[in-house]
């Protein structure tokens, strides 16, 4: 069993920056798949970004170009850093490295 803890959430404005932090309890070097996914009020989980394979990031079209995924595998920690923010990024947003998830951090963007 793996355990994935998310931390960084808050409250931002528009055009601001925060940057997500999903701490494992094993190494993350396990897993072919990480990645980080989001979730509005009344909307389904979205995928947002991830990294295969240890090499390969992959981005929606939605945050592609104003987020940012990375790892550090001496940490057991990966990250989403998140710059421009809009007010239509708010919702808790999850980190997945093959099939566990973390327990969600809330962003909300708003002025």
């Known amino acids: 069993q793996v355990q994935l803890v998310e931390s960084g959430g808050g409250l931002v404005q528009p055009g601001g920056s925060l940057r997500l932090s999903c701490a494992a309890s094993g190494s993350l070097l396990q897993f072919n798949y990480i990645g980080w996914y989001r979730q509005a009020p009344g909307m389904e989980r979205e995928w947002v970004a991830s990294i295969i394979s240890g090499a390969t990031t992959k981005y929606a079209d939605s945050p592609k170009g104003r987020f940012t995924i990375s790892r550090d595998n001496a940490k057991n920690t990966m990250y989403l850093q998140m710059n421009s923010l809009k007010p239509e990024d708010t919702a808790v947003y999850y980190c997945?490295?093959?099939?566990?998830w973390g327990q969600g951090t809330q962003v909300t963007v708003s002025s």
């Open positions: 997945r490295a093959a099939n566990y």
